[in-house]
């Protein structure tokens, strides 16, 4: 990211309008130098207002200056200063929404520990003997490598206690996809497991 230090005179009189311009036709690095130069305290200062944390905040900016790079060559700015606050702004929303939801999917999981883990542990027939916090990390992995279809429907069907007709009533499967997935899922799961723990 050395080009984001790089302070041209020759560049540091045009308007913004102009140095994109320049930008799209040359694809000169420089020229992001300069509106870093410009703008970077705004970005920060935006992120940090969304985010609530520095280090996290300087690197949303660096990520968004970075996404600049194509954006503005594939993107009509018609002004640059408003658009660039609406992009910072939007970056921090997607990331804040993004970690509530991982944030609200382990709650949910902890929440139904150790009761619900315990006997999806149990079902799976796995004998391999491990605490709690153990399965949670270790059913948790395997869960994530699961497809999306099966994974919904297993964590429908252990966590929120819910019905095959029910999950197809929020997922517009037919009960008998459902009911697939779910055993699908559970065997999937149950093969991911052994071979974490090394189960023959």
Same mark, same amino acid.
């Given at each position: 990211?050395?080009?984001?230090?790089?302070?041209?005179?020759?560049?540091?009189?045009?308007?913004?309008?102009?140095?994109?311009?320049? =930008?799209?036709? &040359?694809? $000169?690095?420089?020229? %992001?130098?300069?509106?870093?130069?410009?703008?970077?305290?705004?970005? /920060?200062? #935006?992120?940090?207002?969304?985010?609530?944390?520095?280090?996290?905040?300087?690197?949303?900016?660096?990520?968004?200056?970075?996404?600049?790079?194509?954006?503005?060559?594939?993107?009509?700015?018609?002004?640059?200063?408003?658009?660039? =606050?609406?992009? &910072?702004? $939007?970056?921090?929303? %997607?990331?804040?929404?993004?970690?509530?939801?991982?944030?609200?999917? /382990?709650? #949910?999981?902890?929440?139904?520990?150790?009761?619900?883990?315990?006997?999806?542990?149990?079902?799976?027939?796995?004998?391999?003997?491990?605490?709690?916090?153990?399965?949670?990390?270790?059913?948790?992995?395997?869960?994530?490598?699961?497809?999306?279809?099966?994974?919904?429907?297993?964590?429908?069907?252990?966590?929120?206690?819910?019905?095959?007709?029910?999950?197809?009533?929020?997922?517009?499967?037919?009960?008998?996809?459902?009911?697939?997935?779910?055993?699908?899922?559970?065997?999937?799961?149950?093969?991911?497991?052994?071979?974490?723990?090394?189960?023959?």
């Amino acid at each position: 990211m050395a080009y984001l230090t790089v302070k041209s005179s020759s560049f540091s009189s045009l308007t913004d309008d102009d140095l994109i311009a320049i =930008y799209r036709d &040359s694809g $000169n690095m420089e020229i %992001m130098g300069e509106l870093y130069r410009r703008y970077s305290h705004l970005v /920060l200062g #935006t992120c940090f207002k969304y985010l609530k944390n520095k280090e996290n905040a300087s690197d949303a900016t660096m990520q968004i200056f970075e996404k600049l790079i194509s954006d503005l060559k594939n993107t009509q700015v018609t002004y640059f200063k408003s658009w660039l =606050y609406m992009v &910072s702004k $939007n970056h921090c929303l %997607m990331q804040i929404r993004k970690e509530t939801s991982v944030q609200k999917h /382990l709650e #949910t999981i902890r929440e139904n520990t150790p009761e619900k883990f315990v006997e999806m542990w149990d079902e799976l027939h796995l004998n391999h003997e491990s605490d709690d916090e153990k399965r949670l990390v270790a059913i948790t992995e395997a869960l994530n490598q699961l497809n999306q279809e099966q994974r919904t429907c297993v964590e429908l069907t252990y966590f929120e206690n819910k019905s095959y007709k029910e999950i197809a009533d929020i997922t517009g499967m037919d009960t008998n996809k459902v009911k697939s997935h779910v055993q699908n899922g559970k065997r999937n799961l149950k093969t991911l497991l052994e071979k974490m723990y090394d189960v023959e």
